[in-house]
């Protein structure tokens, strides 16, 4: 594909519920992010994959979330038992990883997540 | 944390006038990067800066990168219609691998 691809586009759920949201990132792209951002507020980083390297997991907001990146390209984010506080869209994004670290983000629309 | 700080969070500009918004690291900055992010859209790429002092233009747009690599600006002449959009900044702290995003500056403009 030409962009990076997020699924589903809404979700709406249940408070307690699990949900998995789903990125594919532009193909050749070893980094790979995912954010949260809540109405009208910037961009709150969760998580960071980079090659074959460990994830940065430092932005997480509990152990409710988790992400995986399978073969390098395609990543999902779970999150478990889900709450009001977790809505909010969550983006993803790629970029190539040059010497002088990430390059420039390319994001995916975004999957809008809605916990009733 | 590393923080970047970016002010205002909200302006308000008629068309034809100029519009600047302000990035501030306490510590250095390897690159500072900025985005544009359209009402309903997802942020899309704008720039990066490296070197200190750096300024680049992109027509009437102008990014700064300060000597001491800890501030930058966005500086936009006769602002548009279609500027309208919420500017962020973002900034890879030294020793670090992600960017830090700030807040982001909404920018309204009236015809």
């Known amino acids: 594909g030409a962009g990076v691809s997020q699924s589903p586009s809404n979700k709406v759920t249940e408070k307690g519920k699990d949900v998995e949201l789903r990125c594919d990132p532009i193909?050749?792209?070893?980094?790979l992010y995912w954010y949260r951002q809540s109405l009208g507020q910037g961009l709150e980083f969760l998580i960071y994959?980079?090659?074959?390297?460990?994830?940065?997991k430092s932005g997480l907001p509990s152990d409710r979330f988790s992400a995986e990146r399978t073969g390098g390209s395609v990543s999902t984010l779970t999150i478990q038992r889900t709450q009001q506080e977790d809505s909010a869209v969550y983006l993803c994004?790629?970029?190539?990883?040059?010497?002088?670290?990430?390059?420039?983000?390319?994001f995916g629309p975004g999957t809008r997540l809605t916990v009733t | 944390g590393q923080q970047v700080m970016q002010i205002p969070q909200y302006q308000h500009v008629q068309e034809g006038e100029d519009f600047t918004t302000y990035c501030n690291s306490s510590?250095?900055?390897?690159?500072i990067q900025w985005y544009k992010q359209r009402p309903g859209g997802h942020p899309v790429f704008l720039i990066q800066?490296?070197?200190?002092?750096e300024v680049k233009k992109q027509k009437r747009l102008t990014f700064q990168f300060g000597e001491a690599k800890k501030n930058s600006s966005l500086h936009i002449t006769a602002t548009q219609t279609t500027d309208v959009g919420t500017y962020f900044c973002?900034?890879?702290?030294?020793?670090?691998?992600?960017?830090?995003f700030g807040k982001g500056t909404m920018l309204l403009v009236s015809p």
């Open positions: 994004a790629s970029s190539l990883w040059t010497s002088g670290g990430a390059g420039e983000q390319y």
């Open positions: 193909s050749g792209h070893t980094a």
């Open positions: 994959f980079q090659g074959n390297s460990a994830p940065d």
């Open positions: 510590t250095t900055l390897s690159n």
């Open positions: 800066l490296v070197k200190s002092g």
């Open positions: 973002a900034g890879r702290h030294s020793g670090y691998s992600t960017l830090t």
